[in-house]
Every structure is written in C-alpha cells, then in structure tokens.
C-alpha cells in the first residue's frame, strides 16, 4: 500500500524520502521521528505518508506553532491547525489518528505535552515529529527537537535522515549550509564571499539602502509575494521598511492616500495602495476568517478602512479596530510586510531572500535566515558606527561587518529540553538575562529632551526680548539725534545727556540679552546633539526592548506551566502563593478559560486554609489587620471578619487591588451605634453580639453568610442614619 501511493505521487521522490516514508507508515511503536535540515523535503514525503495511512482509514491531524507553517501544510495538501487552535478546539483525536507535528523545534513543552497526552489517551494513535534542531526555538520553554534528536541518536525512537538539499538550487550554496551546519562557519562565510552573496558598503546607513535597493528590484522582477527581506528585530524590519516604501512611492508602486496604525516602535505606521501588510493577530473580517502570520496586498484605502487582496486570493476590509488596534502585550494588531523577522519567516520558502545580518544574531537565526530561499540567499552584513552609543558603551570594536556576524553566529543558544530542567535554573537563567538589558537600557546618555525644550523656549524668550530691546534702542538713537545739535541751550543739553543715558542704557540691555542669547543658544545646540545622541542610542537599543518582552514573556509562560504542573500533582503552592497568582494573571491575558478554571480551583483550595489557620490561632497577615482591624474574639463578629478576609484574598487571588485603610464592619457597627440616635438602630446593634448567629453550617459559608448579613445590617443603617439626617436638615429648613 505505502509503495504504491508513494509510486503514484506525482512529484517522485528520492530514495532518502522513500525510506523515511516506510520508517514513518511501518508497524511498530506510536513516535516517528524526522529530522532533517531546512529545505530537504520533510513535508513533501509526510504528505506521501499522511496520504498511505489515510488510504488505510486513519485520520490525519497536522498540527504546527505558527500559522506560517500550518500554512505551508495546507499548500502541500494536509488539513493542518496550530496547536493552540487545535487545544481550543477540544484537542480531541479519534481512535487510529496521525498526529504530524511540524517544526518541533518551536514546539514549546507545555504543547508538546498536550499533543503527548492525547495521542497516549486515543488508542491506536500516532505521533509523528518533523523539524530541524538547528533551526528557531520556541518562545515558551521547549527543546523538543534537541531531546527527540538524542532519543534518535541513542536508538531510541524510530527516526529517519534526509541527505538531499531540495530547496536550495545552487550546489555552492547547498555546501555554504552543509558547512555551516557542521560548525564550519567560516568556510559557509567564505563560500557567500566568493560568489558575491554577502555584501558590506562603506557604512551601516549605505549597507541597508543598498539592500532596500537590490531588494526593490526584485520585487518589481519577480513579483513582492516571491521575496522575503529578514532581520532579527522588529525595529531593523521597520527601518527596511521604510526605505523599501521610499523607493516604491518614488516608483509609483505605493501611491495615493494613507491610514496609518501603531508600529513596534513609538513611531506610527501609514499604509497606501500597493504596500504589503503582515497580520499579527487572529480576527475576523467579515465571513472570512484572518489567521497570525497571513500576509496580502493593499488595493486601496478610504474611508471604510484598508481593501486588502490575502496572498490565497481572499479579499477583506480592515476596519479601524485592526489596523489601528494592538493586541493585549501592546504589539501592534498588523505590520508591513516588506521586511520580517527571521523568527517569523521559519517554515517558510522564498525564491529570493535578502538578509540583514547584525551582530544581534546567533547560531540558530542566521542558519534560519540564510535557508530561506531557493535562490542564493544575499546576507547583508552591518555593525553599529564606532563612536555610536550601543548598549551603554562607545562602540570601539574595529572589525569587519562580516567578522563580528561571524563571532556573533557562533553563540549557540541553550536549547535543553526544558521538561529536564529545574524551574528556578531556568528562572535565574531568564531573569540574569533580563537584568542585562535593563541595566544596558538604564546605562545610556542622558534624556536631555525637556531640557532641550526649556532651552528652546528659553531661546524664543530671549529672541523676543533682543527685539524689544533692538527697538528700544533704535528709538532711544532717534531721540539722540533729534535732541543734538550745536549750540544747545542749558536746558537743550540736559534733554541731549538725558537721551544719550537713555540710549546706554538700551545697549547695555541688547547687549546683556544677546550676550545670555548666545549662552542660551550653545546650550541649546548642546542639548540637541545630546538629544541626537540619545535617539541614536535609542535606535540602536530598542532591540533590547522587544528582547526584554520576550524574556518577560518566557518567564511568565515558563512559571504558568510549572505551577499547573504542581497542580496536576496536587501540590499547587510548591512554588508559592505569588506564583500561583501570578500564573492566573498570565492565563488570564492568554484567554485560556479551562486552565484559568484549574487555577481558581487551586487558588480558593489554598484560601480556605489559609483562613482556617487565622480561625484557629495562625498569625493573621499584615494586609488583613491593615483592612478589617483585629479579628473579633468570637461569635457571629468572628465568622463576619472571616467572610470579609476570605473576600479580600479572592480580589488579590484574581488581581484586584485592595482598597485604602478602612474601618472593620464591626468598626463601623460600632460607630453608628455611639453616633446614631435612632432607636431600632441601637437595639439592632445591641442584640445578639451585633450579628445573629448562624445555625445548621460551619466554615467557609458560615463566614460567607455573617459576612453577607454584616454588610447588610450595615447599609440598613447606613440609610437609616442618611434618612434622619435629610429629616433634621428638613426641620432646620
């Protein structure tokens, strides 16, 4: 069966294929594994595979991370989901199905132990794992592809290799990846070198108009949808965006009017007729549905919104709330599509590649971003200008462009599997790497901006004052003049000295203010080069920002999944109650409803013991006493303080700031029974030790209902006191 589909295949394949094929259909154990580098035909011989089970009745489930894969899936003719769609879903499989997961190197561990549980869970299931342990990593913590390439290395799982680079098709540059993948990153370099496939002009600012140039002319060769311009960064792809868009507004590619949205800068970003647009976010337009990672074409703007035409021939109107829109971590909803960041463009196949290499990427990224194309990939090599500002220091570093890349593609991220690791290893791991960016972004030249603002109006200040004084002046010389003349009378000469004094002193002023005018302008002209300084710096940084969210992000992930592990093992404080709520807070901006369920589970589980070691003696925490007072000694008073802790704690358990001091129902019980002068109200709080015991319950919902019955005896008093007041106010009227 496997032989014959794979014979009829209308693109053949070759014998390393085959072979992978008949490793991934043949009986045996439920994990397959194919890892094979970029480009060498790892989708097209699992749809041969997908096609032979599902010739023998068997589903097949494609699951990926991005929709960028999960698209290429679908081109190559599997039904195909992201994990998480797929986990929203249900994450359901039926009896015998093939589970294809692609690109496990970004597959984070959390995911891959969903998948792992529903294939052991469906009898007679399967799993099968593609990918590249060389290439990107996932943002949450993973290292499945490393871990699955040991297990092969060791025998352990069947696994098959692919000799054949079928994506690239020049045999020089098929042997520049070769070498690099071996770690001879110096004979790829060389190899690119050679054949004119990495470039470095005289300056950084020279190196990206020359790649937006190249790059502008392939475009208007082969089409935009057939060239991809990659950097590490969100904030280098907007810089080759906008010299890309300068070149084809010039060209009258990019013309008429123009909407714009937020960028992942400070800056906003327009879109006119012609430009491409990349989504970030998935939404809905219309009937159509917009997946993350979808790109297409502007046709036109106006007043509706934005008219894109989606690269699979779709078209949809972008409303304001799209392009205009962020998504919860403030990113923008949607961005050009012109430049990409390597990390987005993994799954993905160009004809031409243009690169940007900074001294920013490493092992993984550049291997990543020069496997992208089936034509040579051109990298464009650049650093920083020494005397720059970067990273807090004055860049000295003399070396070639390429020479620092090189350096720079030799760190190899760590990518052990994170199943195997100690949370709080990972933790310090993350945080010191945090710690170094904010020390790097607190470390830069000073902020001189308001400065040059005060200085600024300060120069107008002045300016206005030398005019004032330049005519006060120039009428105290009329005066002069029209007061002198020979053979002036006593009185004639007195008026003459008088004006003359006048006219001294409106110099003297003009003087004094163009003298401070001259002070005031150096200062500001040395306040502007500071602040040219500090916006260079920034540019140069704000990588260091988007690295920063990022390692906040695998932080937060990272913790979330080691607390809803804990909980799985019913120990849901072993790393703490701020943990615990802390993982609620990331579920909650993740709109994951059934793990949020899991986590207030937990969460209400470890508040009633925590107010059940306060009712039998535990020492009550700060905050508490600091809100309600002391706890009452006993009766219905103790069960109401109870019921009103264990409400604070849930509004911190879900993230709800506690109000300022305020006075304990009993508190204020007592309070109106000294200052009201109502008679029902003294006896109501005079009876039964203030509140009415409860009979027939015990714990947490006898402290729930003496609380609900406080806060109820409390408003009726309260509005009795309000009505005897109106009424006093009425009589005294």
């Known amino acids: 069966m496997v032989a014959s589909v794979v014979d009829a295949d209308p693109v053949p394949l070759g014998e390393d294929q085959r072979a992978a094929v008949g490793v991934l259909c043949s009986p045996g154990a439920a994990l397959r594994v194919v890892l094979a580098p970029a480009g060498h035909g790892k989708t097209a011989l699992t749809t041969s595979a997908a096609s032979a089970v599902e010739g023998d009745g068997r589903t097949v489930v494609a699951l990926a991370t991005t929709n960028k894969a999960v698209a290429e899936l679908r081109a190559a003719g599997l039904e195909a989901s992201t994990i998480a769609r797929w986990r929203l879903d249900g994450a359901a499989l039926p009896e015998g199905a093939v589970v294809v997961l692609d690109e496990v190197s970004q597959v984070s561990t959390r995911d891959a132990s969903a998948v792992l549980t529903a294939v052991t869970a469906t009898s007679g299931a399967a799993l099968w794992c593609l990918g590249d342990e060389d290439q990107g990593r996932s943002v949450a913590p993973g290292g499945l592809a490393a871990e699955?390439?040991?297990?092969?290395?060791?025998?352990?799982?069947?696994?098959?290799?692919?000799?054949?680079?079928?994506?690239?098709?020049?045999?020089?540059?098929?042997?520049?990846?070769?070498?690099?993948?071996?770690?001879?990153?110096?004979?790829?370099?060389?190899?690119?070198?050679?054949?004119?496939?990495?470039?470095?002009?005289?300056?950084?600012?020279?190196?990206?108009?020359?790649?937006?140039?190249?790059?502008?002319?392939?475009?208007?060769?082969?089409?935009?949808?057939?060239?991809?311009?990659?950097?590490?960064?969100?904030?280098?792809?907007?810089?080759?965006?906008?010299?890309?868009?300068?070149?084809?507004?010039?060209?009258?590619?990019?013309?008429?009017?123009?909407?714009?949205?937020?960028?992942?800068?400070?800056?906003?970003?327009?879109?006119?007729?012609?430009?491409r647009v990349l989504f970030h976010v998935n939404c809905r337009l219309g009937d159509e549905r917009v997946h993350n990672g979808t790109a297409g074409q502007v046709c036109a703007v106006d007043r509706h919104g934005i008219n894109v035409t989606l690269d699979d021939g779709r078209t949809a109107v972008l409303p304001p709330a799209v392009y205009a829109g962020c998504r919860p971590d403030g990113s923008p909803n949607m961005s050009h599509a012109w430049a990409r960041t390597i990390d987005g463009a993994q799954g993905g196949t160009w004809d031409h590649v243009h690169l940007l290499a900074t001294p920013n990427v490493d092992r993984h990224t550049l291997y990543v971003g020069q496997s992208r194309g089936r034509h040579p990939t051109h990298t464009w090599n650049t650093v920083p200008t020494p005397g720059d500002e970067v990273h807090g220091n004055v860049v000295v570093d003399r070396r070639d462009p390429g020479e620092i890349v090189l350096a720079a593609a030799a760190r190899v991220p760590d990518n052990t599997f994170a199943a195997w690791d100690d949370p709080d290893v990972i933790d310090r791991r993350l945080r010191a790497e945090a710690h170094e960016h904010r020390a790097a972004l607190a470390s830069g030249p000073p902020d001189c901006r308001a400065e040059r603002q005060q200085l600024a109006r300060a120069v107008e200040q002045l300016e206005r004052e030398a005019r004032t004084h330049a005519d006060a002046l120039a009428r105290a010389e009329r005066h002069v003049r029209a007061t002198g003349g020979p053979h002036l009378r006593r009185h004639a000469r007195e008026a003459h000295h008088s004006a003359v004094a006048a006219r001294d002193r409106a110099e003297h002023r003009l003087l004094d203010t163009q003298a401070d005018l001259r002070i005031t302008r150096a200062q500001l002209g040395r306040a502007e080069s500071a602040v040219e300084q500090r916006h260079r710096w920034e540019q140069a940084n704000q990588w260091r920002h988007h690295e920063l969210a990022h390692v906040e992000h695998q932080l937060a992930a990272h913790w979330t999944r080691a607390v809803l592990t804990a909980i799985d093992q019913d120990d849901p404080l072993a790393h703490g109650l701020d943990r615990l709520r802390g993982a609620r807070r990331s579920l909650v901006a993740q709109d994951a409803a059934a793990d949020i369920a899991i986590v207030d589970g937990a969460l209400s589980e470890a508040r009633i013991d925590r107010l059940y070691g306060i009712d039998h003696g535990q020492p009550v925490p700060e905050h508490l006493t600091a809100l309600l007072g002391a706890v009452p000694r006993d009766g219905a008073a103790r069960d109401a303080w109870l019921g009103l802790a264990e409400q604070t704690e849930a509004r911190l358990d879900r993230g709800v700031p506690l109000p300022g001091r305020t006075l304990s129902v009993v508190e204020r019980l007592k309070r109106l029974d000294a200052d009201d002068p109502l008679q029902h109200a003294r006896a109501i709080v005079d009876s039964a030790h203030w509140l009415p015991d409860a009979e027939g319950i015990d714990g947490p919902e006898r402290w729930r209902n003496a609380a609900d019955r406080a806060a109820e005896l409390h408003h009726a008093l309260e509005r009795s006191r309000s009505r005897d007041l109106g009424h006093d106010l009425g009589i005294s009227l």
């Not at 370099?189 to 990495?198: I, L």
């Not at 502008?216 to 590490?232: F, R």
């Open 148 to 275: 699955l390439a040991r297990l092969a290395d060791d025998r352990q799982v069947a696994a098959a290799e692919l000799s054949v680079n079928r994506r690239q098709h020049d045999p020089d540059e098929q042997e520049a990846l070769a070498a690099y993948r071996r770690g001879d990153l110096a004979a790829s370099q060389a190899t690119r070198v050679g054949h004119d496939w990495e470039h470095t002009a005289s300056t950084t600012e020279e190196t990206r108009d020359q790649l937006a140039a190249v790059a502008v002319v392939d475009i208007c060769d082969y089409g935009p949808t057939a060239v991809a311009v990659l950097a590490v960064s969100h904030v280098d792809c907007e810089d080759l965006t906008d010299r890309i868009r300068r070149q084809l507004r010039a060209l009258g590619r990019i013309a008429g009017p123009e909407l714009s949205g937020p960028g992942w800068g400070p800056e906003e970003r327009d879109y006119a007729a012609g430009d």
